[in-house]
């Protein structure tokens, strides 16, 4: 009873800790790919600007991120936008679905299966706790980048033209992927 | 028999949670951008790499649209890529799907994606596998398991080989210590040598830093470092004309550096019992030669390492902490004095046994090579024991070099460093900064990219790290707790290593199996 009692406390706390640890994103429902999907999608990740207090724009712009210049970064949600790098203060680029939800169940579920370690519990259910809420936490922030922890031209890949915006190119057809049904 | 049934549920569910994991898509993507003149370079075998890891191959044009290629090959002319997929225009709209050909002249860019197991689904994975592992083969073996410092992978043909270890014999922090390992078969492609750094134990690393130090030779010379550190240059080497251990002729084992190495099993009454390899030489130039050893230990000081933790058991801290107040003093006796090194000795010419110097390297994992400097031999034929425990040593391969001139290296640092793919700008600035030092956990990998000086020079390559690192206690060994054991180890290690001889000899045989099975790595 006792040890039920304490595997309870457990499974509340390891929510506790998954929901505070877990980063947070923007984009809609059904917008983001799978990791696996990544290798075929054509489409650039998604993108979150926060101005600095110089800029004019004071809202914060988010959309698929279409390419990056020397000076500039290109938006897309539906409408084209460009963004003069200067502007920024913090940005934040995901670019796949984490599926982190889904790894704090399988925490859970690894924290049960040490009911059977009786005195041993102790030693065995925090590191699943801890180091299990941490995993979750990690997988959740596996396909996020953020500026300026890492610079700019370390997103260049993830954009729709990983090359840059192509010459010639109609600014005004470019819209953001659709959200999938 | 409860207890045996408990396991079984525990088993069970964890097997549950191992499934789940592979199947529910915790994988991560490494992105890799290639240009088109980078691209046609690639040799075949790289291509075929690529393939075998990047199914899909996104051709990016210059004028926005996309290829995404499922199967494709580079014609023989290398001007094209041929596959068969899709194209997107600029708008992402697909316009076509099934054979093309792309010509390299029109292309912005290549883009593959590598799927790997997320880091977090590996750490759960390890995590269910600690549990598991109580419950299997740690629980039989606790001393068995993996345990190193940094270990260093350098790319060897088109695979990655572990060529180094770090600090192994660091494991405080008031025992930090400067490590010089010879990369003996690496090589320079082109402009850059890249080396992985892993931490694949249950430990924490913490690495001030780690240079390339890169020393020119002259063509089809070799350059070692002496247990001073110096390096010197040899024009040639000679091989023994015969070496013989106590189970007869292991020639064949130490001619040259492949791996196959020859090493004996411990004595089964008495841990520090030692043994003699005879070596002989002939047709010696009469100038300055050196010995050439290249050796790395088994896992019976690993064993004797863990026992002393598991003696030490809940109060492992306290006495780690008297380590780092120097509380703990270095005995005249200590188990690793008794266990010692590989001992050098010359026959002079009134036929005694002289003791040149001892190698001592610590670390089980790589093979590192060292010279032993022997001045001027008084013949031109020797005879050159290595005197050793039992059971304590590898050795890959012996050889006399004569040497021709101390030699300088040039000192490299990591011009760019990658975690997981991503620029680590500020792992790289810390690497560079010796006050400063790069924290790394379980499963951690670094590669560390060195630009070479030159491509017209040749160089014999070390790598030189400084750091420490700190075990994660198993809870297995807590089960041991023993001080008056303990107090053995320290006091009357000759005593201790008596005792436990049987016990070791109980797990000798198996214990390579399970050292190498309970490493903490991501696959590759």
């Known amino acids: ?181 | 028999m409860l207890s045996l049934f408990r396991a079984f549920d525990k088993i069970m569910i964890l097997s549950l949670v191992l499934v789940l994991i592979g199947c529910s898509g915790f994988r991560k993507v490494k992105r890799e951008i290639t240009t088109p003149a980078s691209f046609q370079k690639l040799p075949e075998t790289q291509l075929k790499v690529m393939r075998e890891s990047s199914p899909f191959l996104k051709v990016h044009m210059q004028n926005g649209n996309i290829y995404v290629l499922q199967t494709w090959i580079v014609d023989s002319t290398r001007q094209h890529v041929v596959g068969y997929g899709t194209l997107f225009n600029a708008k992402r709209d697909t316009l076509r799907q099934g054979q093309f050909q792309v010509g390299l002249d029109s292309v912005a860019i290549f883009e593959t994606n590598v799927l790997k197991p997320s880091g977090a689904a590996t750490a759960l994975t390890v995590f269910t596998g600690i549990t598991a592992a109580i419950t299997i083969a740690c629980i039989t073996n606790p001393k068995a398991c993996f345990g190193s410092c940094p270990t260093f992978y350098v790319l060897d043909g088109d695979s990655l080989r572990l060529r180094a270890e770090g600090f192994s014999a660091s494991i405080a922090p008031s025992l930090e210590a400067t490590d010089v390992d010879a990369l003996f078969h690496a090589s320079t492609v082109g402009e850059e040598l890249m080396i992985e750094m892993r931490n694949e134990a249950i430990e924490t690393q913490v690495v001030r830093y780690v240079d390339l130090l890169a020393v020119p030779r002259a063509k089809k010379h070799r350059v070692f470092a002496d247990l001073d550190g110096s390096f010197w240059e040899s024009p040639a080497l000679s091989s023994p004309i015969s070496a013989t251990g106590p189970e007869g002729d292991c020639l064949i084992s130490l001619l040259v550096a492949d791996g196959n190495e020859r090493y004996s099993r411990a004595d089964s009454t008495d841990l520090s019992t030692k043994e003699i390899i005879e070596l002989e030489f002939e047709n010696i130039p009469q100038q300055l030669c050196g010995l050439v050893i290249g050796c790395r230990q088994t896992l019976l000081p690993t064993y004797l390492l863990y026992q002393t933790f598991a003696y030490m058991g809940n109060n492992a801290g306290y006495w780690f902490a008297q380590i780092e107040r120097k509380n703990v003093k270095q005995h005249q006796n200590s188990i690793q004095k008794i266990m010692g090194g590989i001992e050098i000795l010359i026959q002079d010419s009134l036929g005694d046994w002289k003791l040149v110097d001892q190698v001592d390297e610590h670390g089980p994992l790589a093979t590192d090579f060292h010279l032993v400097p022997m001045s001027r031999l008084a013949s031109e034929s020797a005879k050159i024991r290595l005197r050793m425990t039992k059971g304590n040593w590898r050795i890959d391969y012996v050889a006399l070099a004569l040497l021709s001139q101390p030699v300088q290296a040039l000192r490299i640092h990591p011009h760019l460093v990658l975690k997981d793919g991503f620029v680590d700008e500020h792992a790289r600035a810390v690497l560079c900064d010796s006050t400063k030092a790069l924290t790394t956990l379980p499963g951690d990998v670094y590669t560390l990219r060195y630009q070479m000086p030159g491509t017209s020079i040749d160089y014999e390559l070390f790598l030189e790290s400084r750091g420490y690192y700190l075990e994660w206690i198993r809870k297995e060994w807590i089960e041991e707790e023993n001080p008056l054991l303990l107090a053995q180890m320290f006091l009357n290690p000759q005593a201790a290593l008596k005792r436990l001889a049987p016990e070791f000899k109980q797990v000798e045989k198996e214990m390579e199996k399970h050292f190498w099975r309970s490493r903490y790595a991501r696959p590759h």
């Open chain 1, 1 to 181: 009873m006792q040890d039920r009692i304490k595997i309870h406390n457990c499974v509340l706390l390891l929510l506790a800790l998954f929901f505070f640890s877990c980063a947070t994103t923007q984009a809609p429902r059904g917008w983001l790919a799978s990791s696996d999907k990544t290798q075929t999608d054509v489409y650039g990740g998604w993108f979150e600007i926060k101005y600095s207090s110089a800029s004019k724009v004071k809202a914060p712009t988010v959309g698929e991120l279409i390419a990056i210049s020397e000076d500039s970064i290109f938006i897309a949600d539906q409408t084209f936008h460009a963004i003069a790098r200067n502007d920024i203060k913090s940005a934040r680029l995901v670019i796949y679905k984490s599926n982190s939800e889904g790894m704090g169940g399988l925490v859970a579920l690894g924290t049960v299966s040490t009911i059977s370690n009786g005195f041993f519990l102790i030693f065995t259910a925090p590191m699943w706790i801890i180091g299990g809420s941490i995993a979750a936490g990690a997988r959740s922030y596996e396909p996020i980048v953020d500026y300026p922890k890492k610079e700019l031209s370390s997103f260049m890949p993830f954009a729709r033209y990983p090359q840059g915006l192509p010459l010639g190119i109609d600014r005004s057809q470019i819209k953001s992927k659709p959200r999938a049904l």
